[in-house]
T-cell receptor, first 114, second 116 residues
Framework: ETGVTQSPTHLIKTRGQQVTLRCSSQSGHNTVSWYQQALGQGPQFIFQYYREEENGRGNFPPRFSGLQFPNYSSELNVNALELDDSALYLC?????????????FGSGTRLTVV | AQSVAQPEDQVNVAEGNPLTVKCTYSVSGNPYLFWYVQYPNRGLQFLLK??????LVKGSYGFEAEFNKSQTSFHLKKPSALVSDSALYFCAVRDSRFGNFNKFYFGSGTKLNVKP
């Protein structure tokens, strides 16, 4: 049973709107990464947070932003939603920023932009 | 550039037969390789990893993977498939360059179908 919880599980938004996705990391994990998984594709790295600071970023525009809180939970914010933002958004936590021990993934938030 | 290729979109195997899911990689430095499995409407579950050491890595649920540096491959294997192994499998490589330890590159996934 996964120790990472994401909310909401499903979400429908209109193009141009803003959305916030939430993630509670597994107990003892101080690193959170966010991935976008479009239909039929592998997950794409968005960014990672380590102890409340961004620790790396993939090829996503600035309208994708995030936060990590003192309890290591995290938010992914997407502004000015586009149709192509429709995807499964996965949060993953790990006990070290290198990911040496692998990541624990949540079940994801399915975002649909119409 | 770091990348992973999974050449088969789908693999079909009969229950009890051995299975192989293929993965090749391209990295600038030492490869840190992982396999994950995804069941419908679930997140990814860690199966196994190779960072250093023996080329044959054993993981969860009876899976193993063989690291082959000369062929830049990291194929996932299991001696005897179960129907419950049917799922989507992802190979991933971690960017080992300094300052980029955190970034994983995933393949496009291989759907494994195990028939009774």
């Amino acid at each position: 049973e996964t120790g990472v919880t994401q909310s909401p599980t499903h979400l429908i938004k209109t193009r141009g709107q803003q959305v916030t996705l939430r993630c509670s990391s597994q107990s003892g994990h101080n690193t959170v990464s966010w991935y976008q998984q479009a239909l039929g594709q592998g997950p794409q790295f968005i960014f990672q947070y380590y102890r409340e600071e961004e620790n790396g970023r993939g090829n996503f525009p600035p309208r994708f932003s995030g936060l990590q809180f003192p309890n290591y939970s995290s938010e992914l914010n997407v502004n000015a939603l586009e149709l192509d933002d429709s995807a499964l958004y996965l949060c993953a936590s790990s006990s070290d920023k290198q990911g040496n021990y692998g990541y624990t993934f949540g079940s994801g938030t399915r975002l649909t932009v119409v | 550039a770091q990348s992973v290729a999974q050449p088969e979109d789908q693999v079909n195997v009969a229950e009890g037969n051995p299975l192989t899911v293929k993965c090749t990689y391209s990295v600038s430095g030492n490869p840190y390789l992982f396999w994950y499995v995804q069941y419908p409407n679930r997140g990814l579950q860690f199966l196994l990893k190779y960072i250093t050491g023996d080329n044959l890595v054993k993981g969860s649920y009876g899976f193993e993977a063989e690291f082959n540096k000369s062929q830049t491959s990291f194929h996932l294997k299991k001696p005897s498939a179960l129907v419950s192994d049917s799922a989507l499998y992802f190979c991933a490589v971690r960017d080992s360059r300094f300052g980029n330890f955190n970034k994983f590159y995933f393949g496009s996934g291989t759907k494994l179908n195990v028939k009774p």
